[in-house]
């Protein structure tokens, strides 16, 4: 197939960024003030930023925990991930890295706008669907109307989207709050 020339990479919303820094400042400051209840920690005589940089630089079994479950992710999904659309066709992500699909623009039947100026569904021959969204959908529409992938810039469906990005919204906070309660349970705790 030789090397694909990416043409345009999609980011993410920027509204969903700010949720994810949101929850991400969430977890550190709650890591942070954490860090003081620890007997070792308080055993020092030492408080401050910089006494919490020294402690987990000596025990770091907690921050890295930290950096697994909080930093890494956040950072993949807020920087990272995108759908890339190359010369011959899109690698759309799933989630994960090693879920990505390549879809030729041959295969590709249509397109639907579903917000204005920020999201579109693409759908394949097979009848499968992929959601595309972007802070400029434009460029999107632009490089499948290059391709002569026949498009509808209505909007009917734009009801849908917003109640299926309520329920994302939902989930992610569900799950954000989930994730604190097993923190507070003490399952991530290393012993300290």
């Excluded at 400042?25 to 055993?43: I, N, P, Q, R, V």
């Excluded at 910089?50 to 925990?65: D, N, T, W």
């Amino acid at each position: 197939m030789g090397k694909v020339r990416k043409m345009y990479k999609t980011s993410m919303l920027t509204s969903l960024r700010v949720l994810i820094l949101a929850i991400t400042l969430f977890f550190f400051y709650d890591f942070y003030l954490e860090t003081y209840s620890y007997a070792k920690f308080f055993g020092e005589g030492q408080y401050g930023p910089l006494a919490v940089l020294k402690f987990h630089y000596r025990y770091p079994a907690e921050f890295i925990s930290f950096f697994l479950l909080v930093l890494v992710p956040a950072f993949y999904y807020s920087v990272i991930r995108g759908v890339k659309f190359c010369e011959k066709g899109f690698y759309y992500n799933r989630g994960l890295p090693f879920l990505n699909k390549f879809v030729p623009y041959g295969d590709v039947k249509s397109f639907k706008l579903l917000h204005p100026k920020l999201a579109i569904t693409i759908t394949s021959q097979k009848g499968d669907i992929y959601v595309v969204a972007d802070n400029s959908v434009e460029r999107v529409i632009a490089i499948l109307d290059q391709h002569n992938i026949p498009g509808n810039l209505t909007q009917d469906e734009y009801v849908k989207l917003f109640s299926n990005f309520k329920k994302f919204l939902y989930i992610v906070f569900a799950f954000t709050i989930l994730l604190f309660v097993v923190k507070k349970l003490g399952l991530f705790q290393m012993g300290f």
